[in-house]
């Protein structure tokens, strides 16, 4: 899912306040060029969605057959705090976590699919799926940070998470509410056009939002980032009273066939950017599309994707590359030639060369005592700290109405 999580919304966040600041005299160096961990996938600075990334990276490519490189496992698993999350990047991953890392569910989330998918990796699934449950919020849902009020995209990729490590999301039940409750609070009447918001405004409106709609279609019907095509279903949302998860995922898939309806794509609505093209939640949007009615759904967005998304996903780097692929995934279409290019080719070229196929590789166990808890020590990150804070204040100064995770859009 284009989730395009807070950590990359944070980026972006940083980038047009640069760009609304008083040109400055030029600094005597410039600034120094990010050190990329050789394990990680990308070039591009990793400090607000380098774990986002690489775990679309891996469930990618395990999606379409391919056996990651160990390092680039190694690196994600050593990511992990002593408490089971993940924060968007620790440069240092052998630093014990502590209060001022900005640990997130969106991160850890996307952790949990990647590793879930992989195998071998239960002790650290556990963990991550652990802390989730501890920083649950009373109405059902996640926040991006801890204590952070529940937002469509947050609880929308923890349900994936949960689904993914064989979890029944339904019975993720604090103060009596499920995560299902706190999507469903987030999701417009039938009759107000059945999309979700991201959350509600100061005065509790929900707004439509298709990058939340597109999440929340995922979520409500209990699914991960990359699932396989879906089925037409008797689903009909109708009415202003609470839908179901199944109706309002019905009803939020006929929001986004709306939406991309007239251009076959989603429009970027970033402020103070001009409008153009989503690349990214367009993609999102075929997935959802194809998990709740089938691929002939997404069929005319995805084509548009084929035609038009090569030089994007080129620049965006791999979470673009893994995008495209779950929207090949989930129609039935080919990654290795979508619109011309071979998507996981493009998406191995990143980083790690993967394993050789038949390769069985060595056995990824991460239990204790292993590599990753040595190195994550007595790790403590029960809080989210000051610079969580700050970012999230960045956010909402520009007035960003959504959060990834991608971006994860990207979120990422």
């Known amino acids: 899912m284009n989730v395009r999580r807070s950590a990359a919304v944070l980026a972006a966040a940083t980038a047009l306040t640069c760009a609304a600041t008083p040109a400055m005299a030029a600094s005597p160096s410039p600034s ?96 991550a799926v652990g802390w989730l449950k501890s920083v649950q919020n009373t109405d059902g849902g996640w926040g991006y940070a801890p204590g952070g009020a529940s937002d469509a995209n947050s609880t929308s990729v923890v349900i994936g998470a949960l689904t993914a490590s064989g979890e029944k999301p339904a019975g993720f039940v604090k103060s009596g509410h499920s995560p299902y409750d706190a999507l469903l609070k987030l999701a417009l009447p039938c009759d107000a056009g059945g999309a979700f918001a991201y959350q509600p405004d100061k005065q509790g409106k929900l707004t439509a939002n298709a990058d939340a709609t597109a999440a929340g279609v ?16 008797d689903a009909v949302c109708a009415g202003t009273g609470r839908a179901t998860p199944q109706q309002a995922a019905a009803s939020g898939a006929a929001y986004l066939a709306k939406s991309v309806a007239k251009d076959n794509h989603l429009m970027s609505v970033l402020p103070g950017a001009e409008n153009q093209p989503d690349y990214g939640n367009t993609a999102d949007a075929v997935v959802a599309l194809a998990a709740q009615g089938g691929a002939e759904r997404a069929e005319k967005p995805l084509a548009w994707l084929e035609k038009n998304s090569a030089a994007w996903a080129k620049q965006s780097g791999p979470a673009a590359y893994a995008q495209l692929i779950f929207a090949a995934h989930a129609t039935g279409s080919d990654p290795r030639a979508f619109g011309g290019t071979d998507l996981v080719a493009a998406l191995n070229a990143t980083g790690p060369t993967p394993q050789p196929a038949g390769n069985s590789g060595k056995t ?25 804070t700050v970012g999230v204040f960045l956010v909402a100064g520009i ?11 990207q979120r990422p």
């Open 364 to 388: 990824a166990t991460d239990e204790p005592g292993d590599k990753a808890d040595d190195a994550k020590g007595e790790d403590s990150d029960d809080g989210y700290g000051v610079w969580w």
């Open 218 to 233: 995922l979520g409500a019907l209990g699914l991960g980032m990359a699932p396989g095509a879906g089925r037409a279903t």
């Open 32 to 127: 120094p060029t990010p050190v990329i961990p050789s394990g990680l996938y990308g070039d591009t600075d990793p400090t607000y969605d380098g774990v986002w990334r690489q775990s679309l990276a891996l469930l990618a490519q395990d999606t379409v057959g391919v056996r990651p490189a160990d390092q680039a496992v190694d690196w994600l698993t050593g990511q992990q705090c002593a408490t089971g999350a993940f924060a968007a990047f620790r440069a240092d991953a052998a630093k014990p976590c502590d209060a001022k890392l900005m640990v997130d569910s969106n991160s850890t989330a996307a952790a949990v699919q990647a590793l879930s998918a992989l195998g071998g990796h239960d002790a650290a699934v556990d963990k």
């Open 399 to 409: 007035g960003i109405g959504f959060l990834i995770s991608g971006r994860r859009k």
